[in-house]
């Protein structure tokens, strides 16, 4: 495999913004870990399986309902009710256990990863496990997070601008602290509680309540997160565990500044790449006339200053382009003749994937996902801090960096704003140990050019887990089963027979650019939608 330089002006930008960040954080200090004894364990919910609400007639998958501590402080105090689908293993007599699978997010809902991604699985895990999913506290059937309504979502997403002007950062922060308060005066009963330590608790208790001693695990983006605290609290109870675009626990956690910056430049980097290769193939991009970056930054100044009005009556601006690219790009080179089409139909003022304002769908998403970072992740609050460095990482980032960092609260680049001015307690957050010491192996899956999980965040936490084990796709976009053949032929055999693959193992099947056209699926990337893609 040819070695990504690791060295390049932005990267050199984001390690500075970490010395910075691992100084201000010794100086003012983390949050506190309090020492308490051990409530009493909390009751293992009852199941009662039945038909899915709103499922055809001979559906295979059934649904139940959990219920859980709210505040796992009070383990016999209120509850929160758990949306829980599962299918039986298709071959009873060989079952092997149950197979968990988390979608990424935060904001997805688990139940619908499960119930769309199951089809897309080999025939050996759907012989082999009971596959099962759930929608986590705080998203859909589980009690939907609400800080923004639909209404302040729109205004302010519709205001936002793909090259901000002069007074975007003070606006950014002005707009992070109404969330923060919309978020403690709205939402106050359940933002607190939403955190990952909380969540992974639930899942011990799903484990109980499905009579397994240990958990077959698949967690991709945000769920490789869940799946890490999981195994650091219940390590005995990981039969297997397969975290595929991962993070890196620790930064995440504890330097989020850090680990914004380190987002920034893969999101951008990812972004040069695909416009470096319009540059090199015209014809099949057909976007740029040879010049793709000097026309992109011309095309969203183009969009602010006369939006396209869409179907819905609402604007597509250079702020909507950029919102949009953010999510596609994480498909990889397969996408990227139809990014250029949709670039070119912009041009022509044309309505595409790339041009649809975020809707009540993506805002109930976005909601989950700065609440739950928020309660997950502790920045210092100084204000000089959030300014100075908000504003370095939105420069540091120069295509998308301006119009995400500095724009209204939304997706994970840009929560600084918001979790900087968080108003609400932590007890849902994890603080302790990420080794997960005394767990079965973990493979862990790093994409080289992933857009949204920077692969450095891989090589950390299979470096960071006391028995991780790294699996590399050279490749670009986000995540690797089912983007990679050989990727997922490795991990579905350590899945199923807990057999690791080689340590240094690289997969480098990358699906190529082709012309628009010859494929039939959909292309759109939905923020609000994860499912386990079909292997091509």
Known sequence: MQKRSLDGPRTRVVRGIALVLAA?????????????????????????????????????????????????RDPAGRTLPLAVTRRLAADRTHRTGVLLLHPGGPGNSGVDFARNSYENLPASLRDSFDVVGYDM???????????????????????????????ALREAVRQGLDFATACRQRAADLAPYIGTGSNARDIDLLRQALGEEQLTFYGRSFGSYVGTVYAARFPRRVRAMVLDGAYDPRTYADLPYAYDA???TALDGAVDRFLDWCAR???????????????????????????????????????????????????????????????????????????????????????VNLAVECADRVYPKSPLLLGALVGAEAASAPRLG??????????????????????TERPSRYEGSYRAAG?????????????????????????????????????????????????????????????????????????????????????EADETRDVIPALR
């Open 262 to 264: 380190a987002q920034f």
């Open 137 to 167: 506290r705080g998203v859909g059937r589980s009690g939907q997070v609400e800080c923004w309504n639909d209404q302040e979502y729109s205004a302010a997403v519709d205001a936002a601008r793909g090259v901000p002007g002069p007074g």
């Open 402 to 423: 301006p119009p995400i960092g500095l724009g209204p609260p939304t997706y994970d680049h840009n929560h600084a704003t918001t979790c900087a001015q968080w108003q």
């Open 439 to 523: 767990s079965a192996p973990i493979l862990v899956l790093g994409t080289t050019g992933d857009p949204d999980t920077p692969y450095q965040d891989a090589v950390a936490l299979a470096r960071t887990l006391d028995n991780g084990r790294l699996l590399t796709f050279d490749a670009e976009g986000h995540t690797a089963y089912n983007r990679s053949a050989c990727a997922s032929a490795l991990a579905t055999r350590y899945l199923a027979t807990l057999e690791l693959p080689a340590r240094g193992t690289v997969c480098a099947d990358e699906a190529p650019p082709e012309p628009p056209g010859l494929r039939t699926a959909g292309i």
């Open 24 to 72: 201000a954080t010794a100086l003012l200090g983390a949050a506190p870990q309090a020492v308490a004894a051990a409530p009493p364990a909390p009751p293992v919910p009852t199941l009662s399986w039945g038909p899915c609400a709103g499922a055809a007639p001979g559906d295979a998958f059934e649904c139940a309902t959990a219920r859980v501590p709210l505040d796992y």
């Open 281 to 367: 193939e015209p014809v099949l991009c057909g976007f740029g006339d040879g010049r793709p970056r000097e026309a992109f930054e011309e095309l969203k100044r183009v969009l602010d200053a006369d939006p396209v009005v869409t179907p819905s009556g609402r604007p597509a601006s250079g702020y909507t382009l950029a919102y949009r690219l953010m999510f596609n790009i994480n498909s990889g080179k397969e996408v990227w003749p139809y990014l250029g089409q949709a670039l070119r139909a912009a041009q022509a003022r044309q309505t595409s994937f790339l041009l649809n304002p975020p809707s009540p769908g993506s805002f109930d998403f976005l909601n």
